[in-house]
């Protein structure tokens, strides 16, 4: 694909639990979601969740959603391992979007899914 801009298709298939790997997705693409990742967290408002709000045990053992918000979640998700062909696809989503927000909130725009990713 070059440095040309990824098509659609490539981006959803991105977020398509079964074809992620099989489509070689191009790194522009994973790139271009973790510009967009970071634009969204830099014009988010601050949350309730500073600092001063952690204890000593939340510093020792972060949650798996705080692991995921400081690293990378393409890097992370891109590294999942693939669903069996029989499962449904935003069942996956559902099951990720805690672990995953950044990129569930994206899913939920490519695909025109309902909160709970039950598709339109």
């Known amino acids: 694909m070059g440095n040309s801009q990824p098509t659609l298709l490539d981006i959803c298939s991105f977020f398509h639990p079964r074809f992620e790997r099989e489509m070689g997705i191009s790194n522009r693409i994973k790139e271009l979601l973790k510009e967009i990742i970071n634009n969204d967290i830099d014009n988010e408002a601050p949350t309730q969740d500073t ?70």
């Open 51 to 120: 600092e001063e709000n952690r204890t000593a045990f939340d510093f020792i053992f972060p949650s798996d959603n705080q692991i995921v918000n400081k690293s990378c979640e393409v890097t992370i998700y891109d590294e999942e391992p693939q669903i069996d062909k029989n499962n449904d696809p935003s069942l996956g989503w559902q099951k990720n979007e805690i672990r995953f927000p950044k990129l569930a909130k994206i899913a939920k725009k490519i695909f025109k899914c309902s909160r709970n990713f039950n598709c339109c």
